[in-house]
């Protein structure tokens, strides 16, 4: 038909395709591989039973109870889909951008961890955690899927609060692909980390070494080591030791729990 415009080549269309878009369904697998490869690390630990947390198997009512551990990552790749779609600079992002990725860390470092510590510590409140929370505590022996088992409401909320330094990105133009994708395998990590029932590094790598005298790093990783036990005694104790600090009682609770348990085991 005279007038007609050619059919694009392939080449054409991927120049024209929205990258980030493209990149969903592949980062939902690595998403999968990653707390994939964590599950079958915690499991080889705990069969080997050297460096255990909590000393006890894992029941069937547990595997069973966390069988929809991928729920977590349709829900991340629906909201990604969302603003991928709708949300003011979302769409064709570039692979990467310095601005943003400082951004982000400065937005997750501040409010998002100051609210984070704060949801979590209302979690542990009576009212919440008999409605709510206490579906994630029902596991006694954590697995690093535990992270992430909680009932929906509870979902959405913590996907909602870590998607706030991406969506300040989207709206300032600052968002990258490989900023977005680091920061969601780091929150799947220390997730990942925290429940892994096993003490990745040991305490007396802190206790000898230089590190001993860098307290955020020391913290950082104890704390992560006793989510694991916190389990067991349903006390609070958070991944974000940022926010964690003025509190002093109870940072020193957490530790002298995980001192006990390593005792006990």
């Not at 547990?62 to 977590?72: A, I, K, S, Y």
């Not at 790093?217 to 389990?231: A, D, N, Q, V």
Request: net charge positive; aromatic share 12%; glycine share 6%.
């Amino acid at each position: 038909m005279d007038g007609a415009r050619p059919a694009p080549g392939g080449d054409q269309l991927w120049r024209e395709a929205d990258l980030g878009y493209v990149l969903i369904l592949p980062s939902m697998l690595l998403w999968a591989l990653h707390n994939q490869a964590w599950i079958t690390v915690s499991r080889l630990q705990n069969t080997r039973g050297k460096r255990q947390i909590v000393d006890r198997g894992i029941e069937f009512e547990q595997v069973d109870r966390e069988g929809n551990r991928d729920d977590q990552i349709i829900l991340s790749a629906i909201l990604l889909l969302l603003g991928a779609m709708y949300l003011p600079g979302g769409q064709h992002i570039p692979l990467w951008r310095t601005d943003g990725a400082v951004l982000l860390a400065v937005l997750h470092a501040g409010p998002v961890e100051f609210l984070y510590y704060w949801f979590h510590r209302a979690l542990h409140h009576h009212f919440l955690y008999t409605r709510y929370h206490s579906h994630h505590h029902a596991s006694i022996v954590t697995e690093p899927i535990t992270s992430v088992i909680h009932p929906f409401a509870e979902l959405l909320a913590y996907q909602l609060l870590f998607s706030i330094p991406m969506i300040t990105c989207a709206l300032t133009g600052t968002a990258s692909i490989i900023t977005f994708e680091i920061y969601l395998i780091y929150i799947d990590f220390m997730n990942n980390m925290g429940h892994c029932n096993f003490d990745l590094v040991p305490c007396w790598l802190f206790k000898w070494s230089p590190l001993s005298s860098i307290s955020y790093i020391r913290h950082r990783f104890i704390l992560f080591t006793i989510l694991s036990s916190g389990h067991t005694t349903l006390f609070s104790c958070h991944s974000m030791t940022t926010y964690t600090t003025p509190w002093i009682s109870h940072r020193t609770h957490c530790m002298k729990t995980h001192l006990r348990t390593k005792k006990k085991n």
